[in-house]
Structure formats: C-alpha cells, structure tokens
C-alpha cells in the first residue's frame, strides 16, 4: 500500500491565483481530513468527509473548497489564493471517525502565496 | 471546549537518558488521546493512544505514556532516548466519536544530544 499521498509537494502562487491539491489514499478508509499546519501552531482542520460524496466544514475552512466523488481521492481547491494561505497542508485518513481510530497522514504540500 | 496544552516548545535530552514529553488536555467527556510525531518534511506518524483501559499505553518505537485523569495529563515517555527519535511531537484529544472531533497541541521538539 502507498498508504496516503499528495501532489504537488511544493508549490508557489501568486496572490489570486488558484489551484487544487490532490489527495489520495488506497487504503479503503471512509474518512479524510485536510489539514493545515502553520509554524509553530498545531494543526487545524480545513474540511473533512465520512464518504463519498458527503463533505463537511472543519475550523479553518475559508477560502477553500473541496469534493469526494470517489472513495479514494479527495482535492483541496483553493480559489483566488491570499497571503494568509502560506502554510504545510496534509491529507489524512481513517476507517472510522477521528473520535477513536488513527489518523494516517500524507507527506504535505508546501505552499506560498506571494 | 476541547484543548491540548504542550507545554514545552523544546525538549533536550542526552542519548540513553530517559525521555518525556509533556501534554495537558482540556475535554467535556470522555478523553481519547493520541500522540503523533513528525519527521523534517514527512507527515505525521502515529505512535499510540489511550481509548480506554489500562492507564499505560504502549506504542511505536519503544514510547509509552501514561493517562492520569485526576491530573488530566497524557506524557509521553521512553526509557532511553536515541538519537533518531529527534522530532516534532504532537498530542492530540478528542471527546468521543466524531469525524471533525481531534484536536492537536502545537507539537514539542525533542532534540536528542549524542
């Protein structure tokens, strides 16, 4: 199993540009997260889904959105990219929800927004 | 409202000295606790958790930690540290089930001296 994974590793954009960040985990887990970590902050929770089709906001989800057609992938899409973005994002997932099972992480996408 | 205090922003310890990483949490109910640690540019790892039972967990890597509910602290401890367990760790709460339900610490940097 490649277990969780994330395209592009890094990435710079300018101020109003967009751009998706691709997730994909093939471990058949229903849940996945998207996370951001800033420095010296812990992570926060941009969106999450229980399954496909099904998305619900976390507690950093402006300026974001996000889809789940499938069971495996799950993109972050950054519309009209702000300085305030500039952060390491991680994919995550789990079997069952956050609650009681772990969480297996994807490598991170760094990005800057100038 | 759920939080997860740590402490200390770095930990510095000579190889072979025992090891600990503190956290403190903040839950309505139950607790469940997780800790995660995160290698440069890698995601986050998970190393063990407390759901429920014996107040010891054992986890990745020779690390334990000790649920003490009367303190409402969770540290994470090793006998004797290696060099390579220098890392970033992360403690992380959540009260129950629930997909947008864990909440992490702002991670401790452990540096270990050889």
């Known amino acids: 199993n490649a277990g969780v994974t994330q395209t592009p590793k890094f990435r710079i954009l300018k101020i109003g540009q967009s751009m998706t960040l691709q997730c994909t985990q093939d471990?058949?887990?229903?849940?996945m997260y998207w996370y951001r970590q800033d420095p010296g902050m812990g992570l926060k929770l941009i969106y999450y889904?229980?399954?496909?089709?099904?998305?619900d906001k976390g507690e950093v989800p402006n300026g974001y959105n996000v889809s789940r057609s499938t069971t495996e992938d799950f993109p972050l899409r950054l519309e009209l990219a702000a300085p305030s973005q500039t952060s390491v994002y991680f994919c995550?997932?789990?079997?069952?929800?956050?609650?009681?099972?772990?969480?297996?992480f994807g490598p991170g996408t760094r990005l800057t927004v100038l | 409202a759920q939080s997860v205090a740590q402490p200390e922003d770095q930990v510095n310890v000579a190889e072979g000295n025992p090891l600990t990483v503190k956290c403190t949490y903040s839950?309505?109910?139950?607790?469940?606790l997780f800790w995660y640690v995160q290698y440069p540019n890698r995601g986050l790892q998970f190393l063990l958790k407390?759901?429920?039972?014996?107040?010891l967990v054992k986890g990745s890597y020779g690390f334990e930690a000790e649920f003490n509910k009367s303190q409402t602290s969770f540290h994470l401890k090793k006998p004797s540290a290696l060099v390579s367990d220098s890392a970033l760790y992360f403690c992380?709460?959540?009260?129950?089930?629930?997909?947008?339900?864990?909440?992490f610490g702002t991670g401790t940097r452990l540096t270990v001296i050889p």
């Open positions: 471990m058949n887990h229903n849940y």
């Open positions: 889904s229980v399954g496909a089709g099904i998305t």
């Open positions: 992380a709460v959540s009260p129950g089930t629930g997909a947008n339900n864990l909440f």
């Open positions: 839950v309505s109910g139950n607790p469940y």
């Open positions: 995550a997932s789990s079997y069952r929800d956050s609650g009681t099972d772990t969480q297996y």
């Open positions: 407390y759901i429920t039972g014996d107040n």
